[in-house]
């Protein structure tokens, strides 16, 4: 990784890093897209992203990275999404990108 952020500075280049591991993508994105089922549901810059989640998706995601305190991590409330019950639980059949903070896109379901 270090590699790759050096190769970044020195060449000016630009990557599509696609990862589970959002703490490592919070250290080496400038953007993040949040994909849910192969579509982009929040999509902001990594600072914005990181501390103000919009999408009940991104909140989980972001609420099960660990914690390398095992105090802290214990006392962690985990966020649960409604995944397999529902065909499409966050209404992405009816939904429309927003930008609805400067630079900040989310899918808003249309009902």
Known sequence: MKLLEELQQRLGLTYLFIAHDLSMVKHISDR??????????????????????LHAYTKSLLAAIPVPDPKIESRKKLIVHEEATKADPYGLDRSQFV?????????VANI
């Open 32 to 53: 993040v897209a949040v994909m849910y089922k192969g579509r982009i549901v929040e999509l902001a810059e990594s600072e914005e992203l990181y501390s103000n989640p």
């Open 99 to 107: 930008e609805v903070n400067d630079g900040h896109w989310l899918a």
